[in-house]
Nanobody, 115 residues
Framework: QVQVVESGGGLVQPGGSLKLSCVPS????????MGWYRQAPGKQREFVAS???????TYGNSAKGRFTISRDNANNTVYLQINSLKPEDTAVYYC?????????WGQGTQVTVSS
């Protein structure tokens, strides 16, 4: 069973930064696409960013400029760096991988932006 584990969320003040991590139970070399999504209370899950095995990145409209997705092959980890956090960034952030023809999701990590 493929597992995906996110970490790095927490409570942060507006203007702060966070770096989320996503570690799959399979080698990221074998994963076609890894992505981040988020879901705020009462809202639909929305696409944040993705990165392919060839390190091509794509960002959702709400993520352009303050979010950076990257991968660390040595640590089998994909990161999401979020800068200049705003209260509207408050959400559960999920990592998704596309592997072997299937999509796998993690349990999510909570990001709360509040003073």
């Amino acid at each position: 069973q493929v597992q995906v584990v996110e970490s790095g969320g927490g409570l942060v003040q507006p203007g702060g930064s966070l770096k989320l991590s996503c570690v799959p139970s399979v080698s990221i070399f074998s994963i076609n696409i890894m992505g981040w999504y988020r879901q705020a209370p009462g809202k639909q899950r929305e696409f944040v960013a993705s990165i392919t095995s060839g390190t091509l990145t794509t960002y959702g409209n709400s993520a352009k400029g303050r979010f950076t997705i990257s991968r660390d092959n040595a640590n089998n980890t994909v990161y999401l760096q979020i800068n200049s956090l705003k209260p509207e960034d408050t959400a559960v952030y999920y990592c998704e991988i596309y592997y072997g023809g299937y999509n796998y999701w993690g349990q999510g990590t909570q990001v709360t932006v509040s003073s």
